[in-house]
T-cell receptor, first 112, second 110 residues
Framework: SQTIHQWPATLVQPVGSPLSLECTVE??????LYWYRQAAGRGLQLLFY??????ISSEVPQNLSASRPQDRQFILSSKKLLLSDSGFYLC???????????FGSGTRLTVV | GQNIDQPTEMTATEGAIVQINCTYQ??????LFWYQQHAGEAPTFLSY????GLEEKGRFSSFLSRSKGYSYLLLKELQMKDSASYLC???????????FGSGTKLNVKP
């Protein structure tokens, strides 16, 4: 079966600390993968998307970066977190034109 | 840029019908999607329109007019569990990119 895993579920990090969020998919090959951020009470902002290994497109200049070291692995990183990086981070996998996205369960990041 | 607009919040009564509108101005449009998101959870897929017209899936229906850049989600026989945010999203450029509206928070009251 096709599934998407995202971890951790919650994270509290001090300002200036590094970040690494991981997302993996199972049951498919060469998926389109995405990272979104949702600020409290707001919509989803597209951060990065990837159509293949090593291929990353950034939507918004920011304090974050993404990498895709393996076909089914997508990583979101930061070297030094800012308070404004707090939010709900969602990994998504495009499961086909008729179905849009399947989302991971999300990571709630609080930078303190 | 991409503009996707939906009302911020709506309130409706259990058993009633509610229509949530979405207007968009985008380039490379391929299709429009609706997602449901309960508080603190990830969005889940509800419906998809690529052609003009109405798509019906049980209590939920979605309509699209590409010429007007307009869609709506229709929820019938509202239940308390329908209280959630409803996100309109457009798929662009062969569905390589998806952009979301800010979401409409629906409050269903007894």
């Amino acid at each position: 079966s096709q599934t998407i895993h995202q971890w951790p579920a919650t994270l509290v990090q001090p300002v200036g600390s590094p970040l690494s969020l991981e997302c993996t998919v199972e049951g498919t090959s060469n998926p389109n993968l995405y990272w979104y951020r949702q600020a409290a009470g707001r919509g989803l902002q597209l951060l990065f998307y990837s159509v293949g290994i090593g291929q990353i497109s950034s939507e918004v200049p920011q304090n974050l970066s993404a990498s895709r070291p393996q076909d089914r692995q997508f990583i979101l990183s930061s070297k030094k977190l800012l308070l404004s990086d707090s939010g709900f981070y969602l990994c998504a996998w495009e499961t086909g034109a008729a179905y849009g996205y399947t989302f991971g369960s999300g990571t709630r990041l609080t930078v303190v | 840029g991409q503009n996707i607009d939906q009302p911020t919040e709506m309130t409706a009564t259990e058993g009633a019908i509610v229509q949530i509108n979405c207007t968009y101005q985008t380039s490379g449009f391929n299709g429009l999607f609706w997602y449901q998101q309960h508080a603190g959870e990830a969005p889940t897929f509800l419906s998809y329109n690529v052609l003009d017209g109405l798509e019906e899936k049980g209590r939920f229906s979605s309509f699209l007019s590409r010429s007007k850049g307009y869609s709506y989600l229709l929820l019938k026989e509202l239940q308390m569990k329908d209280s959630a945010s409803y996100l309109c999203a457009v798929g662009l450029y062969n569905f390589n990119k998806f952009y979301f509206g800010s979401g409409t928070k629906l409050n269903v009251k007894p």
